[in-house]
């Protein structure tokens, strides 16, 4: 799977760049759509962090893009503290769970909806590519997101290389 492309990289640059910019608001007072926020981002966020820990080493550039990612599915209505909250969590569940586990767990929720599971694919592969190299172990993972998320070899290869001009 040749996952640096140049469609990756577009959304590996916007995401890190939303993710190192200073939110310069803090997250809304209403719980209600905070819970929503948190809901709807938390398997994004989930897949993402496991790729970032796939090859043992957590990057800043792949923080920047995980929490560019969360910004913009969820606008102002989550901050930084919510962010650390949902990787602490990530963790815990991961320790506790087993990343096979996780996968199938995150795939059972989002596969039937198929933007959603190329949205989560997509997001992997960005944070894979965040620290210029992806290592062998990255590439392992997104293999099994793929396979878990319902997204054919096909499909993810279509995804990676949706606007590249060589393809």
């Not at 957590?58 to 503290?81: F, P, S």
């Not at 995150?106 to 949205?119: F, M, S």
């Not at 279509?158 to 060589?166: G, I, M, N, P, V």
Request: glycine content about 8%; some cysteine; overall charge negative.
């Amino acid at each position: 799977m040749h996952i640096d492309t140049q469609t990756i990289r577009r959304l590996r640059d916007a995401l890190m760049e939303g993710g190192r910019l200073d939110s310069g608001s803090p997250a809304t007072s209403n719980s209600n759509a905070s819970q929503a926020s948190m809901s709807r981002v938390a398997p994004f966020v989930e897949t993402m962090y496991l790729v970032m820990i796939a090859d043992g080493d957590q990057d800043d550039d792949e923080k920047a893009v995980i929490r560019g990612a969360m910004r913009t599915l969820a606008g102002d209505l989550l901050d930084d503290a919510s962010f650390d909250g949902l990787l602490a969590a990530c963790g815990e569940r991961l320790q506790e769970q087993g990343v096979e586990a996780r996968l199938q767990a995150i795939g059972q929720r989002i596969c039937a909806d198929r933007v959603e599971r190329e949205t989560g694919f997509s997001l992997a592969a960005a944070v894979a590519l965040a620290d210029q190299q992806v290592a062998a172990e990255e590439t392992e993972l997104l293999t099994s997101i793929a396979e878990w998320y319902g997204v054919s070899s096909r499909r993810s290869h279509e995804l990676l290389r949706q606007f590249d001009a060589s393809s």
